[in-house]
């Protein structure tokens, strides 16, 4: 079975669909015959420099990463997916192709035409939902207006759609109950249980106000412990200095370290050095139903136990007091913090159950779950 795999974003970049993109399609591609990820260019390295350099891992013969050029001053997808489009006509004409999967939704009535046109299997890898705006209290409806028409009008055509959460697919069948939809959760490459001395408390991702970090750095103020904090974040001088300020403000600076964008190398360097590994998640509606964070697989591959904020997502993939523990607000994670680092054999307990327990999340597997669902067996 061959693969296509389309993406709208910039490859590579800081943004997380770049991780997610590369390490599925590295995954895809130990489970199919061909794998095709087609996506923007934004570097003039070759892919298996930009893969070893970010990742340090290898490109499969069988991969193929389709970069794209497109002008940057033109924001719109149009031209990109006539391009996508011409590409994949060429590999179905060579019979290439068996499987077509999207996470754009504006992509999707393209997704339906090519399965008319060519008889492919057509797949919705959703990382949202906007099928009904009347739910959604963290966006503005107006502005995505188009995107759910789009939604509603292309998803009952597909094949299927395959959901990151229980609770994100539990919405996808409540809106399209004739549609089969499915579960394939993030992964990560493999776990690693590193005995180095641990010392920070870290927060990786993004420095939007939503992402929560200002609730870490104002809880590490409130702690016995007085942890060290690590912030791997930042994609503008702009975003670390405004987090830097807040610093200052709440915290001893000088046991502050923001690191701005790292390689996968670089995080993981970091990660050998973490004990605790922080997900302080804003409640808003993308945050309890829809979102994966990628910085808890990243926790998880290394063995270190989480505090995450109590979401019906984030209880999906934390063991409470087993891989992980819950807060409900600031005092609440403080003390978290405390109770995990000043008891460090419970670190330690933690680690163990992780090493086995995120095993399950292993990328491979999500393809291996993807090969399933293609062939249509049973959800």
């Known amino acids: 079975m061959k693969i296509a795999y389309v993406h709208t974003g910039k490859w590579p970049s800081n943004s997380p669909s770049f991780t997610f993109v590369t390490n599925n399609a590295i995954a895809l591609a130990s489970e199919f015959d061909e794998c095709f990820l087609f996506v923007k260019n934004n570097s003039d390295k070759n892919s298996k420099e930009i893969v070893l350099e970010n990742f340090d891992l290898a490109v499969p013969n069988n991969l193929f990463i389709e970069r794209i050029n497109c002008l940057s001053i033109i924001n719109s997808?149009?031209?990109?997916?006539?391009?996508?489009?011409?590409?994949?006509?060429?590999?179905?004409?060579?019979?290439?192709?068996?499987?077509?999967?999207?996470?754009?939704?504006?992509?999707?009535?393209?997704?339906?035409?090519?399965?008319?046109?060519?008889?492919?299997?057509?797949?919705?890898?959703?990382h949202d939902f906007y099928a009904n705006l009347k739910l959604r209290d963290d966006i503005n409806p107006a502005k995505k207006k188009h995107i759910e028409k789009i939604e509603n009008k292309y998803i009952p055509k597909l094949d299927g759609v395959i959901c990151l959460q229980n609770s994100q697919k539990e919405l996808y069948e409540e809106k399209f109950?004739?549609?089969?939809?499915?579960?394939?959760?993030?992964?990560?490459?493999?776990?690693?249980?590193?005995?180095?001395?641990?010392?920070?408390?870290?927060?990786?991702?993004?420095?939007?106000?939503?992402?929560?970090?200002?609730?870490?750095?104002?809880?590490?103020?409130?702690?016995?412990?007085k942890?060290?904090?690590?912030?791997?974040?930042?994609?503008?001088?702009?975003?670390?200095?405004?987090?830097?300020?807040?610093?200052?403000?709440?915290?001893?600076?000088?046991?502050?370290?923001?690191?701005?964008?790292?390689?996968?190398?670089?995080?993981?360097?970091?990660?050998?050095?973490?004990?605790?590994?922080?997900?302080?998640?804003?409640?808003?509606?993308?945050?309890?139903?829809?979102?994966?964070?990628?910085?808890?697989?990243?926790?998880f591959s290394f063995c270190i136990p989480v505090i995450a904020t109590d979401l019906p997502t984030t209880r999906e993939l934390i063991l409470e007091n087993k891989t992980g523990l819950f807060f409900q607000n600031i005092d609440d994670l403080a003390n978290r913090i405390d109770e995990l680092l000043l008891n460090p054999s419970k670190i330690n307990e933690m680690r163990n159950e992780i090493f086995n327990y995120g095993k399950k999340y292993l990328w491979i597997n999500r393809a291996k779950e993807l090969r399933e669902i293609f062939n249509f067996k049973s959800n």
Not at 94 to 122: A, E
Not at 184 to 201: D, M, S, Y
């Open 227 to 299: 942890p060290k904090l690590l912030i791997i974040g930042g994609k503008t001088k702009l975003e670390i200095e405004n987090i830097q300020k807040i610093v200052d403000k709440n915290y001893n600076k000088n046991s502050v370290k923001i690191t701005g964008w790292v390689s996968k190398k670089e995080l993981g360097e970091y990660l050998t050095k973490t004990a605790i590994g922080i997900v302080p998640l804003e409640e808003t509606f993308f945050n309890k139903y829809l979102t994966s964070p990628l910085k808890l697989f990243d926790y």
């Open 177 to 225: 109950q004739q549609t089969k939809i499915y579960l394939a959760r993030t992964g990560l490459q493999k776990v690693n249980n590193i005995n180095l001395e641990k010392n920070f408390v870290t927060y990786i991702g993004s420095l939007d106000k939503h992402k929560g970090v200002i609730q870490l750095i104002k809880a590490a103020a409130l702690t016995k412990s």
């Open 77 to 126: 997808n149009y031209f990109y997916y006539h391009k996508v489009n011409s590409k994949l006509k060429k590999l179905f004409s060579k019979n290439k192709i068996d499987v077509v999967i999207t996470r754009n939704p504006t992509f999707l009535k393209y997704l339906v035409k090519i399965k008319i046109k060519y008889k492919s299997k057509v797949f919705f890898e959703t």
